[in-house]
T-cell receptor, first 113, second 113 residues
């Protein structure tokens, strides 16, 4: 079955550490996105990529980095510069632009310990 | 400012009852509106998509309406089931540009037996 796989489901980070969240899709979608979800708030866009080797900052990119070396993969690194990283992170993909509707992964919950 | 506002923030109803969730938006130019269902700890799953010319769309016990003149949408759930307990998120696309997706903060629905 086609879909998006995020791993790990739960991740714990110590202060000052960088951590990387994995996102892999086998839907042959061109565009991929990373969102952050906090309780009581709408999803906020961190980064997006419409094509391999190209990506753009979203609304809250500070403290995060991404790469898009393969069409199928769009990993997100949460760096030590991100002061409040505890959140639920969602990866999504679309065939083309965002207007075509998302397929979401099942999410990664990141907690700072 | 482009915004999507949902009401109520949370709702508790008894199993078997109907309910209606509201979404008001100020996004312009409007492209489409989607309703997503998000189970706790999971990624959102699309329920319906509506374009400017569509007034009503159904997906099983879920019926979405759209009034493009007043910029309002509703999601009606008929004969609720325990599995309907989830957050319901209204998402509006602005034109077809990438990163122009605005998420509502969701309505948390709890179904009690």
């Amino acid at each position: 079955d086609g879909g998006i796989t995020q791993s790990p489901k739960y991740l714990f980070r110590k202060e000052g550490q960088n951590v990387t969240l994995s996102c892999e899709q086998n839907l042959n979608h061109d565009a991929m996105y990373w969102y952050r979800q906090d309780p009581g708030q709408g999803l906020r866009l961190i980064y997006y990529s419409q094509i391999v080797n190209d990506f753009q900052k979203g609304d809250i990119a500070e403290g995060y980095s991404v790469s898009r070396e393969k069409k199928e993969s769009f990993p997100l690194t949460v760096t030590s510069a991100q002061k409040n990283p505890t959140a639920f992170y969602l990866c999504a993909s679309t065939p083309r632009g965002q207007g075509y509707g998302y397929t979401f992964g099942s999410g990664t919950r990141l907690t700072v310990v | 400012k482009n915004q999507v506002e949902q009401s109520p923030q949370s709702l508790i109803i008894l199993e078997g009852k109907n309910c209606t969730l509201q979404c008001n938006y100020t996004v312009s130019p409007f492209s489409n509106l989607r309703w997503y269902k998000q189970d706790t700890g999971r990624g959102p799953v699309s329920l319906t998509i509506m374009t400017f010319s569509e007034n009503t769309k159904s997906n099983g016990r879920y019926t979405a309406t759209l009034d493009a003149d007043t910029k309002q949408s509703s999601l009606h759930i008929t004969a609720s089931q325990l599995s309907d307990s989830a957050s319901y998120i209204c998402v509006v696309s602005q034109g077809s540009s990438a990163s122009k997706i605005i998420f509502g903060s969701g309505t948390r629905l709890s179904i009690r037996p």
